[in-house]
């Protein structure tokens, strides 16, 4: 069953997203050459602890950090550790969440570490993040759950790929429902499976976790001896960007960026829905 939410829960959920969207802030600045992944992790603990808000990825199925942090092959849930060094040159995705008076907010991005990067990963994540926009602007009324996945996978395909080839589009992880919990129904793919059909019908109060994940070679992962880390198969880098959202009477609103969505949308022609917070 797909949670439908209330203005007054969207507004709740808002304010765990504004949460989200300073904890992306304060681990962009701190990604930098010689920090570790570790230390990552506590500068997302103290903006939490500062807006009195609560972390859903701690102890989330036994996860041991408040963020995930995946360098380079790493697709998503890399654990923060003391032994991570960034250095010049890594790409850095950092997913994370927050929780107000009960209500969830998820996003990730991907970040550049120093300098030096090659074309094809600044490609690479500029293309998994236009993925998603172009994803959250297919939420609209009366659209279905599999067009959300069509315009991902659609926008996707149509880039073309430095040197060749097609990017991989992560087929064993994908975005979920969220409000009450982080994790809820529906799983939405990042590609269509015509099997699965078409999924429900996009109404006001529906709430999804949009979120690509690309890589430079295969769609296929693999799990490391910890549980957690997943790594692609072939140990190709890269990306991860996720927003959480919200489809309301006025159009989507995109609880975890600091304005809404409302420039990015406008590129697509879409109008954001007004910020019950603002």
Known sequence: MVQIKTPEQIATMRAAGLVVAAIHAATREAAVPGATTKDLDQVA???????GAKPNFLGYGGFPATICTSVNEVVVHGIPSDDVVLKDGDVISIDCGAIVDGWHGDAAYTAFVGSGHAPELIELSRVTEESMWAGIAAMKLGNRLVDVSRAIETYIRRQPKPGGGRYGIIEDY???????????????????ERRRGKGPKL??????????????????T??????????????TWSSHWEHSVA???????????????RAKLAEYGVTAAPDPLA
């Not at 109404?203 to 296929?220: D, H, N, Q, Y």
């Not at 693999?222 to 140990?235: A, C, F, N, Y």
């Not at 489809?247 to 969505?261: I, Y």
Request: proline share 8%.
């Open 174 to 192: 994908g975005g979920h429902g969220i409000g009450t919990e982080m994790h809820m129904d529906p799983h939405l793919l990042n590609y269509v």
């Open 222 to 235: 693999r799990v490391l001896e910890d549980e957690w880390t997943v790594i692609t198969t072939d140990g």
């Open 203 to 220: 109404v006001p109060g529906f709430c999804l976790a949009i979120e690509p994940m690309v890589s430079l070679g295969t769609p296929k």
């Open 45 to 51: 603990r103290k903006v939490l602890a500062e807006h």
């Open 247 to 261: 489809l309301t009477e006025q159009g989507p609103l995109v609880l975890t960026a600091p304005d809404g969505g």
